[in-house]
């Protein structure tokens, strides 16, 4: 990328995730298991990788240590020598003593983090959303509209679109406002049927950014957010434009928020088939994540075949039972005659002999005893774990499944 | 009377902007260091700051946020000999940058614009 130095990348990755409770109870939310082999943040900082970012600022917040812990793991592929880093960055408390007040105070809080490098642009990420996309390209769109501010977004269907923060924009991509999960959201120019959808990724010019957050900082009624602040406060004074993140025939590009449990499991589903709605398999787009050794997995089916389909299915497990519709991690096991279906099962989860499990996001290590049921009677299960209102079960494993 | 917290670690100059903004009509008290000054932030009730940028230990432009971290919206005013301070993204976060002179028209054009806010 031309003046890559003169571009800092920011991931914001310090949120709770309350709405992500409880697989965010230990852990931060860019943080948890996705997609079989992958955590969250693989995706965007693979994203980064794939657009030749190898400058990189992860600010954390909650449960930086599984932050910190992941990134040594799997991401500790820079070389400094060069000038590239992914540094991890909790509150330094160096300006001023508190915690992130929202995603613009953690930048007003990092000021001194800029004035060293000195950009020309700043990136700014979100580190717990699932999409491909080249950075470079909205770069080239921000510089070539000479934006103060580049917001990336994507067309949502205008009846689904109260559940974002949408972006009313000109037949220019001129953003004139941003409304947060507005009840009526405005229709895009040209497609009345969709409405831009904020994906929280920004691109601003450095100095526009350094005054837009200080004026931010000093208004006591702000929430401090970039999308329900900082937007609002340069519409009508400033150049914000909105990317409208979508493929050559014009159709929206795959990008989702897992913040919500049930949003978590529907993105494990489009990871699935044949042609699946986002593709871990292309080559051109590698998504890296944490390497681990372990031995090839095995299906063990004496006298007979086993029925395993429409599955991803990593290194290291053991099926001896019907797998379908499941996304399963490194190191689980299958016993003899269970079903695991449309489930996601973390690292390590074993599922003994006969037991049986539908729609369900079981956390690492847990051991489903023989015989026993999850997701056939969802109010027995309410009674011991977290029901989401889709009727998927959560099983953490810091609960002792009895026979 | 509207209080103002003079802040350099040149003692003429705090001599001299005492008594020139006490004629003004302020309250002024002075601080000699960046953590004299905050501890006077946090105890007093002001209306402005005058801050300097070197000084010695804390610099102005480290006590900057600090300030505007105990007191938000607490009008502050960098007064410094130097120019090359005003590019700096941490002295953004002042409202004014005014830079020394034996002509006080500017400061104190400054301060009544800020106190009156």
């Known amino acids: 990328m031309d003046g890559q130095k003169d571009l800092t990348t920011i991931i914001m990755a310090g949120g709770k995730g309350e709405r992500l409770f409880p697989l965010t109870r230990d852990k931060a939310k860019p943080a948890i298991t996705f997609g079989s082999l992958y955590r969250v943040l693989d995706f965007t900082l693979s994203n980064c990788l794939n657009s030749g970012i190898r400058r990189i600022y992860v600010l954390s917040q909650y449960g930086s240590f599984s932050l910190d812990q992941h990134l040594r793991a799997a991401w500790d592929i820079m070389h400094p020598d060069l000038g590239e880093f992914i540094y991890s960055m909790p509150p330094q408390q160096i300006m001023v003593s508190r915690w992130y007040r929202g995603t613009a105070d953690s930048i007003y809080q990092n000021l001194n983090l800029l004035q060293q490098e000195r950009p020309q642009q700043v990136l700014i990420l979100s580190g717990d959303h699932v999409y491909k996309m080249d950075y470079r390209e909205m770069l080239d769109f921000h510089l070539s509209r000479d934006a103060d501010m580049t917001v990336a977004a994507v067309m949502v269907p205008r009846q689904e679109a109260s559940s974002f923060g949408i972006l009313k924009v000109n037949a220019g991509a001129e953003v004139e406002d941003f409304l947060e999960k507005p009840a009526k959201p405005p229709g895009l120019p040209g497609a009345p049927g969709f409405s831009l959808a904020s994906m929280g990724v920004y691109i601003f010019r450095a100095r526009t950014l350094v005054e837009e957050v200080i004026k931010d900082a000093k208004k006591k009624s702000s929430k401090h957010d970039f999308g329900g602040d900082i937007i609002p406060q340069m519409v009508g004074r400033k150049k914000v434009f909105a990317y409208n993140f979508r493929d050559a025939a014009g159709q929206p590009r795959y990008w989702r928020d897992i913040g919500l449990l049930d949003a978590y499991y529907n993105a494990h589903a489009d990871l699935l088939g044949k042609e699946p709605t986002f593709d871990l398999f292309e080559a051109a787009w590698p998504i890296r994540c944490r390497p681990q050794l372990y031995p090839p997995s095995r299906y063990l089916s004496p006298g007979g075949c086993l029925a395993v389909g429409d599955s991803l299915i990593a290194s290291g497990c053991t099926i001896e039972g019907t797998v379908n519709q499941a996304v399963l991690s490194p190191g689980v096991r299958v016993g003899p005659g269970a079903t695991v279906q449309g489930a996601i099962l973390w690292d390590g989860v074993e599922i003994g002999a006969g037991a049986w499990v539908n729609r369900a996001i079981i956390e690492d290590g847990v051991k489903v005893p023989p015989g026993f049921a999850i997701g056939r009677d969802l109010e027995q299960d309410a009674r011991r774990f977290h029901v989401t209102e889709n009727g998927i079960v959560v099983v953490p494993n810091n609960v002792i499944l009895e026979e | ?117």
């Open chain 2, 1 to 117: 009377m509207k209080t103002i917290l003079v802040v350099d670690d040149d003692e003429a100059i705090r001599t001299l902007l005492q008594e020139e903004l006490s004629d003004e009509g302020y309250r002024v008290l002075i601080a000699g260091n960046a953590r004299e000054a905050l501890k006077k932030v946090q105890e007093k009730a002001l209306d402005l700051v005058i801050l300097d940028i070197r000084m010695p230990g804390m610099d102005g432009l480290e006590a900057l946020p600090r300030i505007l971290g105990l007191k938000e919206g607490l009008p502050v005013i960098l007064n410094s000999a130097y120019t090359q301070y005003q590019e700096s993204f941490m002295s953004w976060a002042a409202d004014a940058y005014v830079v020394k002179s034996s002509d006080l028209t500017e400061l104190k054009a400054k301060v009544k614009e800020l106190i009156a806010k």
